[in-house]
């Protein structure tokens, strides 16, 4: 049987607010995500036994049971187990393209595109609300990275709303290889830091989320206008990341000499993105910054706002 190839794209956040704490441990967020076209191929053959292998040659990325893609692999074999004695193993091959621990999402973009794919690979007929439940089970972003686009986030990240999508917004994205952030980390020191400032209230936290939907941002999306976009994009997290992170703060403050629309790392960092005019501006930008900060260990890209969740590429 032939292989089903799928791309699944990495995320930028324009928007994260911390509300609160949750019961179950998480925070209670208000977040806007959005699609970029940077993303890893994610390969599923089966493979005639009862196993789930995973096969990935980025050194930073683990090939067993706590990868993300084989938990979801996993999930689908225990959830649907006549599907798995049926149709038998599963090698999943990640070539990633999407920097790993950067607060892209690329495990949760994995993850899910392993969902898809077997619910195509098994015929299984699931909608994609079942897919997004079943994601949620694995991780917060799993949810948004199977439906993509353009969406305002609440919960602890899987309550998903649809926003007006935002195609050909170009971005430039810088991240040191060396450099992750842990996102329980980040989290974990926010609570340390920012906890007494957090709403209590239930009702007062649907309040706040509510202002978020009806806010300058997701007017600003409404309206498509990236300036306007650009001058909303807010963060948290960057006040517990930046003052531990020089270097990422330095590639903030670079990418925001340059003249670009505006520029906020990317969840728990330590990725950070400029949003551009255009395409040619985005280059340049990356030109400028290659100039100024000639270390190799710092990836840059070039890459721009995406429409679709998981996309097949192709299938038996
Ligand atoms: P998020 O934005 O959802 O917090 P992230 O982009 O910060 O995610 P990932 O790239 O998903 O982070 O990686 C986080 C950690 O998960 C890595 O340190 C890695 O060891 C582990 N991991 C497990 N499975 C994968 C996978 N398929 N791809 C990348 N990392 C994975």
């Known amino acids: 049987m ?19 704490d949750r019961p179950d441990g998480y925070h209670e967020l208000v977040m806007i995500l959005q699609s970029i076209d940077l993303a890893d191929q994610i390969e599923i053959t089966p493979n005639s036994t009862d196993d ?11 090939l067993d049971k706590t990868n993300i893609a084989y938990r979801a692999a996993k999930l689908m074999a225990s959830e649907f187990s006549d599907a798995f004695v049926k149709h038998g193993g599963l090698n999943i091959t990640i070539h990633k ?29 699931l909608t994609q609300i079942e897919l997004e439940e079943l994601g949620a089970t694995l991780g917060s972003d799993v949810p948004f990275c199977v439906a993509g686009g353009t969406v305002i986030a609440t919960g602890r990240g899987e309550q998903l709303s649809p926003l007006p999508s ?10 040191y290889r060396s450099l992750a952030v842990s996102t329980a980390w980040a989290y974990t020191t926010y609570r ?15 309040a706040r989320a509510a202002a978020v939907h009806s806010g300058p941002m997701v007017k600003a999306i409404s309206h498509k206008d990236a300036l306007e976009i650009a001058q909303q994009l807010h963060n948290d997290l960057e006040r517990v990341v930046l003052p531990t992170h ?14 670009v629309l505006g520029t906020m790392m990317s969840g728990s960092g330590p990725s950070v993105f400029a949003l551009c ?21 710092l990836e840059l890209f070039v890459t721009r706002t995406h429409t679709h969740g998981i996309q097949v590429v192709s299938s038996s």
């Open 192 to 206: 340390q830091q920012f906890g007494n400032s957090y709403i209590k209230d239930t009702q007062d936290l649907a």
């Open 246 to 259: 020089p270097q990422v703060l330095q590639l903030r403050e670079l990418f925001a000499s340059t003249g």
């Open 97 to 125: 393209h999407i920097p790993v621990a950067a607060g892209l999402a690329g495990g949760s973009a994995n993850a899910a595109a392993v969902l898809v794919g077997v619910n195509l690979l098994w015929n299984l007929g």
């Open 277 to 297: 005019e255009s395409k040619q501006q985005a280059e340049h930008v990356k030109h400028l910054v290659r100039e100024t900060i000639s270390d190799q260990d």
């Open 2 to 20: 032939k292989p089903i190839i799928l791309e699944a794209f990495a995320k930028i956040n324009l928007y994260l607010e911390i509300i609160g």
């Open 52 to 62: 789930i292998r995973i096969e990935c040659a980025h050194p930073q990325v683990p």
């Open 166 to 175: 935002l195609d050909n917004i170009y971005i430039v994205l810088g991240k």
